[in-house]
């Protein structure tokens, strides 16, 4: 079936340094994607969505990277802060028993250091 | 900004108990979605709406029920709650269809 995975549950880095968190999605159809953000006890947080006829958008201190040769999506955090420890999801859409709805991944615990 | 809330952070009920969960969205979104969310399984999709009294089956259906009356407003209802329902729940709304989805703060319920 469809899924959306994970290249690594968790990623350290240091306060200062860019981050990477990837995710690789399995539905060649998918025609949005879209990256969360989840703090401890809190619920997920958009931060930046990307749809398939484009291959990067960028945010504030974020960017989104679509590679669809070879199904793969990535978040880049530019200077990475201590208040960006938190859980991070992709999704994308796809076809369940709802019909399209938004399929997620099983998020990556991203640890700042300071 | 687009603004979710929940009516409980924390519930704690007892098995068989008729449990509400309340969700209100104040962006005039037409679509609403009701999420549990599991250690090691994500975000699962419960039920949703995309228009005042429609609703339609997520993939978890079984044992959940949802009340859609007016547009601002999605309810949870378990109507028999059971150990296993005990899970964060999660209420999001939309503009548009599954995209660009803003989340509530989320209710952790507890069924003993």
């Known amino acids: 079936g469809e899924s959306v995975g994970l290249h690594l549950p968790t990623l350290s880095v240091q306060e200062g340094d860019n981050s990477i968190i990837n995710c690789a999605y399995s539905?060649?159809?998918?025609?949005?994607f879209i990256w969360y953000k989840q703090e401890s006890g809190k619920g997920p947080q958009f931060i930046i969505d990307?749809?398939?006829?484009?291959d990067k958008r960028q945010g504030q201190r974020v960017t989104v990277l679509l590679n669809k040769t070879v199904k793969h999506l990535s978040l880049q955090i530019a200077a990475t802060q201590p208040g960006d420890s938190a859980v991070y999801f992709c999704?994308?859409?796809?076809?369940?028993?709802?019909?399209?709805?938004?399929?997620f991944g099983k998020g990556t615990t991203l640890s700042v250091s300071s | 900004d687009v603004k979710v809330t929940q009516s409980s952070r924390y519930l704690v009920k007892r098995t068989g108990e008729k449990v509400f969960l309340e969700c209100v969205q104040d962006?005039?979104?037409?679509?609403m979605f009701w999420y549990r969310q599991d250690p090691g399984l994500g975000l699962r999709l419960i039920y949703f709406?995309?228009?005042?009294?429609?609703?339609e089956k997520g993939d978890i259906p079984e044992g959940y029920s949802v009340s859609r009356e007016k547009k601002e407003r999605f309810s949870l209802i378990l109507e028999s709650a059971s150990t296993n329902q005990t899970s964060m729940y999660l209420c999001?709304?939309?503009?548009?269809?599954?995209?660009?989805?803003?989340f509530g703060p989320g209710t952790r319920l507890t069924v003993t």
């Open positions: 990307i749809r398939s006829n484009m």
């Open positions: 962006m005039d979104h037409e679509n």
């Open positions: 999001a709304s939309s503009l548009r269809g599954p995209y660009e989805q803003y």
């Open positions: 709406s995309y228009d005042v009294k429609m609703k």
């Open positions: 999704a994308e859409t796809g076809l369940n028993q709802a019909g399209t709805a938004l399929i």
């Open positions: 539905n060649s159809a998918s025609d949005y």
